[in-house]
């Protein structure tokens, strides 16, 4: 059910995304996968401890309270009547828009707004604008939210002079001390979710040092005099505003606008429960094709870019774009597919209903054979804080605090090889993290593998990181890293997702290759693999070794006539406290790691996160395991 509410900031930029979103938006029934994103979660968590810690910035300001519109308005009004005041989170309404300014600096008739991001800004080299002083895409979400405030500010106070800031993560800055992102914990639950600041203590100058404010009122000025703007081509800045403000108080109904960018909508049910927003908009635009959700759409097709000439020529099914726009040669077994093979072949699984997988055994068996046992299969989780965690750390600086290893020997024997984890507050993991991952895999010279190519940046990364260290074993460390990441290497890391890419398409997938998405589909179409983990045979003391599941573990389990994921039985312990996290993917390990920063935290819930961290990255490596028996499997048949 609809439920008429004001322009926000967060529901102006919803709307510059696409107007019919916030109809959406506004409609508890319609599905939003936002709110089923750890990783979104988890960055919207670090951009709440920036904004707590920007507050620390202005040690007279006031905060106002509470989410009621109306106390809010009155208690913002009552105090803006002091000639010098900081407010924070001060309400301010004019017509059908309220926002609520995160710093409202107001000295004598000017007023000064710093809208906080946890966006890293280096000052002297960043640039905000094109060089025909349009805003630069990266910063273009950024300055129309700040362009949002000044034009709503200066309506609501046509009397004072307002300066628009943007308040962000300075790049040129240091981390003088430990600590600093856990320094602050989130509470509640929801829209009052939020961050506080966990010391006693005002904090010193070496702590405050990590944000800058950055004038963007020539930004902003210029926003709102030009009549082009995201969704709007020949619009005023207020005439754009006005036809928002009108969907959210539900005065209009904007009709659907198709592009290529619909693929990325957030309103679509995806399997869960609710109404499908994406779906609506589809079948507004195109009734006569009656989509249905279980439709393989081109929005589906896997690395095409030229949706949007599909969606010009009524073409949505992907079933109904024709062979002759995949420029693809006949394929030769062994040869490993292109681009546009991959695509045909998806093209052509979905246009005859064919659930059969596409396998070229001759060029998976070649590459196979270059192989070297013990084969290694490696997985990291890091974290970037928006806050330093470290000493000598800059905002957004990686962090890397895990590691899980399995081992395939030449006789078929597995193992869970070995893991590393660090959630310490006293000292940056990276250099223990490296050391720990070279002790393990320079035992012999086998083959290491990861899943994506994720790994062999971090390395990369992490290589910058060490040369700047005073560490005594840097040199070799980074030599080390050099003998996994470089290509010309013999012992260059091999990346499963490219061999899956070449020489395998799983229908299943739905064009995906994420894991998350392979390893369900691996065991939907492999019996080898259904054979092997439909019984208990994986843990401690099961047939295959695992240092983190302490009872043996089936991981095939039938819901219906499909496996289930294997990632959503996690975690697998004989104790989860109550709302406590699930840690099954790569956000929510980073937000378990960021929780484990904390100052204080129960020893209960922190056994717990550690155990749940374990056992997902230990998944991750297992995970590539199934997949390379699934590739041994169609080589032999």
């Not at 619009?235 to 606008?257: A, G, Q």
């Not at 890293?481 to 013999?490: G, P």
């Amino acid at each position: 059910m609809f439920k008429k509410q004001k322009l926000t900031k967060t529901r102006f930029k919803i709307g510059l995304e696409c107007p019919r979103k916030l109809r959406y938006d506004a409609d508890p029934n319609y599905v939003n996968q936002n709110n089923h994103d750890a990783q979104l979660q988890a960055l919207a968590e670090e951009g709440m401890k920036v904004g707590e810690y920007a507050k620390l910035l202005f040690p007279n300001g006031i905060e106002i309270e509470g989410l009621d519109r109306e106390k809010s308005l009155e208690e913002t009004n009552l105090l803006l009547k002091n000639d010098d005041v900081v407010l924070f989170e001060a309400a301010i309404e004019y017509k059908d828009t309220f926002i609520r300014v995160d710093i409202l600096e107001k000295k004598g008739a000017s007023l000064n707004f710093y809208e906080v991001k946890s966006k890293s800004y280096s000052p002297g080299k960043d640039s905000l604008t094109t060089k025909n002083g349009m805003p630069n895409n990266k910063w273009q979400s950024y300055l129309y939210d700040a362009a949002f405030q000044k034009y709503v500010v200066e309506k609501a106070f046509p009397a004072f002079d307002v300066t628009a800031h943007l308040t962000l993560n300075n790049k040129a800055s240091i981390a003088a001390q430990n600590g600093i992102n856990g320094s602050f914990r989130m509470i509640g639950q929801g829209s009052a979710k939020h961050a506080v600041f966990d010391l006693d203590k005002l904090p010193d100058d070496d702590f405050l040092n990590q944000l800058v404010h950055v004038n963007v009122d020539k930004e902003c000025n210029s926003i709102l005099a030009s009549t082009i703007h995201p969704s709007f081509k020949t619009n005023s800045f207020e005439e754009v505003v006005d036809y928002l403000s009108n969907i959210v108080s539900d005065k209009l109904i904007p009709e659907p606008v198709i592009t290529a960018s619909c693929g990325k909508c957030q309103f679509q049910s995806l399997g869960l429960s609710g109404l499908d927003g994406r779906l609506e908009c589809l079948n507004k635009s195109y009734p006569e094709q009656d989509l249905k959700s279980e439709d393989k759409l081109i929005f589906d097709l896997w690395n095409y870019r030229g949706k949007q000439s599909f969606i010009d020529s009524g073409i949505l099914r992907l079933r109904d774009i024709p062979k002759s726009t995949f420029d693809a040669p006949e394929y030769k077994q062994g040869s490993g597919l292109s681009d546009n093979q991959r695509q045909l072949i998806q093209w052509e699984k979905v246009s005859s209903n064919d659930p059969m997988a596409f396998v070229d055994s001759v060029g998976l068996s070649e590459e196979i054979s270059k192989w070297t046992f013990p084969l290694h299969f490696i997985d990291f989780e890091t974290a970037r804080g928006a806050l330093p965690y470290f000493k000598g750390q800059k905002p957004n600086d990686l962090v890397a605090f895990q590691f899980s290893h399995h081992v395939i020997h030449s006789n078929g024997d597995i193992e869970h090889k070995g893991q590393f984890l660090d959630v310490g507050k006293d000292k940056n993991p990276n250099l223990n993290f490296i050391r720990e991952l070279k002790s393990q895999l320079s035992k012999d010279a086998g083959t290491v593998f990861s899943y994506s190519d994720y790994e062999m940046k971090f390395l990369s990364e992490l290589s910058t990181y060490i040369t700047s260290s005073d560490a005594k074993d840097a040199d070799e460390l980074i030599v080390f890293i050099d003998s996994l990441v470089n290509k010309k290497s013999s012992r260059a890391i091999v990346d499963l997702l490219e061999v899956y890419k070449s020489y395998i398409y799983l229908p299943k997938t739905n064009g995906s290759n994420s894991i998350k998405d392979v390893l369900p589909a691996v065991l939907n179409e492999s019996k080898l693999i259904r054979s092997l983990y439909c019984d208990p045979i994986y843990g401690k003391d099961g047939e295959i070794k695992s240092l983190n599941f302490s009872r043996p573990v089936a991981w095939l389990e039938m819901n219906g006539d499909e496996a289930t994921n294997p990632y959503a039985l996690l975690p697998i312990l004989d104790e989860v406290p109550d709302d406590a996290m699930l840690v099954k993917n790569g956000g929510a390990a980073q937000a378990a790691y960021s929780l484990l920063q904390t100052n204080e935290i129960d020893p209960s819930l922190k056994g717990y996160l550690e155990s749940s961290l374990l056992q997902y990255c230990e998944l991750d490596t297992l995970a590539m395991v199934m997949i390379y028996q699934y590739f041994q499997e169609v080589c032999s048949q």
